[in-house]
Nanobody, 121 residues
Framework: QVQLVESGGGLVQAGGSLRLSCAAS????????MGWFRQAPGKEREFVAAISWSGGSTYYADSVKGRFTISRGNAKNTVYLQMNSLKPEDTAVYYC??????????????WGQGTQVTVSS
């Protein structure tokens, strides 16, 4: 099992930006895709974005396309979520997740503890 630790959440005004980071406990594990999910109060957890192990493939939820960017560090064991033009409806706990193989909407094997993002209007 891969341990995932998120950081970078916080409080920001609408229109602002935040960058989330997720560090995995293993390095250079070929084929391990990573993604971000979020869960707002009273709502189900939803997919946000995913990136393949190589970083060559990305996939986004329609609600964040053009505003969020997912990327991986050179060592492949860190993934970032750059969030721009934030809206109050982006407020949620954001979770990092990982899975073997590229299937962005599929089941993920590993999950972080989550980091809170709050966007004020």
């Amino acid at each position: 099992q891969v341990q995932l630790v998120e950081s970078g959440g916080g409080l920001v005004q609408a229109g602002g930006s935040l960058r989330l980071s997720c560090a995995a406990s293993r390095r250079a594990f070929s084929g391990y895709a990573m993604g971000w999910f979020r869960q707002a109060p009273g709502k189900e957890r939803e997919f946000v974005a995913a990136i393949s192990w190589s970083g060559g493939s990305t996939y986004y939820a329609d609600s964040v396309k053009g505003r969020f960017t997912i990327s991986r560090g050179n060592a492949k064991n860190t993934v970032y979520l750059q969030m721009n033009s934030l809206k109050p409806e982006d407020t949620a706990v954001y979770y990092c997740a990982g899975r073997w193989g590229w299937a962005p909407s599929g089941r993920y094997d590993d999950w972080g503890q989550g980091t809170q993002v709050t966007v004020s209007s």
